[in-house]
């Protein structure tokens, strides 16, 4: 059984807004190509990663290369279009991802949400890595980013790939930011 890495991925506004009405709030164009090329990219080529969904937040630019991509439901029969797999909930899909065949191509498991599922993932034992863009700007939203220990997940000043300068678009200032997970003797 492989144990891969469970990373989160998320942009959120200044009250941790992350969605509104089923969306995103804002229109950032070049920070969803970040995060595209985030859950995209593996070092070793043939490799590809995982990245779990929830029903609302799956992406529809499909299909993702390098990725195969699980939407969670409990109440979908089949696998929605744009997707390889369905699974009822995210342990499946991490044992689907950890067990043969897919152990051995599976390089990062990448979580892309909503909620419910950052909660999980951030609280699961192979988490390492919280990629979550601070947008620095007010946006009316619905659905929100869950609290963290950020004594558990602490933000790196530096982190090798990741621009450290503030980014704007569309008159719209945000930072990406990465937060790791600390290991117990440090903490
Ligand atoms: N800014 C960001 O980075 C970001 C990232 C992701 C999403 N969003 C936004 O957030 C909103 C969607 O998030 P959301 O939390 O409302 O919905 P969601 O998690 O994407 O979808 C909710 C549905 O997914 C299924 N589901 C979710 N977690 C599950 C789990 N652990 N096990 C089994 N099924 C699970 C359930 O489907 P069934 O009801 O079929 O069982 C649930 O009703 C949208 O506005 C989206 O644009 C923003």
Redesign the pocket.
């Known amino acids: 059984m492989g144990r891969q890495l469970l990373r989160v991925i998320?942009?959120?506004e200044s009250n941790m807004g992350?969605?509104?009405?089923?969306?995103?709030p804002w229109d950032l164009p070049n920070e969803f190509n970040y995060f595209l090329s985030r859950i995209t990219s593996v070092s070793t080529p043939g490799k590809k990663n995982l990245v779990i969904?929830?029903?609302?937040?799956a992406i529809k630019d499909s299909p993702l290369p390098n990725c195969y991509s699980v939407v969670?439901?409990?109440?979908?029969s089949s696998v929605p279009e744009n997707a390889n797999y369905l699974c009822?909930?995210?342990d499946s899909a991490i044992q689907l991802g950890s067990l043969a065949p897919l152990s051995e191509e599976i390089e990062t498991i990448w979580v892309?949400?909503?909620?419910?599922?950052f909660e999980?993932a951030m609280k699961h034992p192979n988490c390492d890595q919280i990629y979550l863009t601070k947008i620095m700007a007010h946006f009316d939203c619905d659905?929100f980013f869950p609290e963290f220990d950020q004594e558990i997940f602490r933000l790196v000043d530096e982190f090798p790939g990741v621009p450290s300068e503030i980014q704007e678009e569309n008159g719209i200032k945000y930072k990406f930011q990465v937060f790791e997970k600390v290991s117990k003797q440090s903490i």
């Open positions: 998320a942009a959120a992350i969605g509104k009405c089923g969306n995103l969904s929830g029903r609302q937040s969670l439901s409990r109440t979908l009822r909930d995210l892309l949400g909503g909620v419910k599922l999980e659905t």
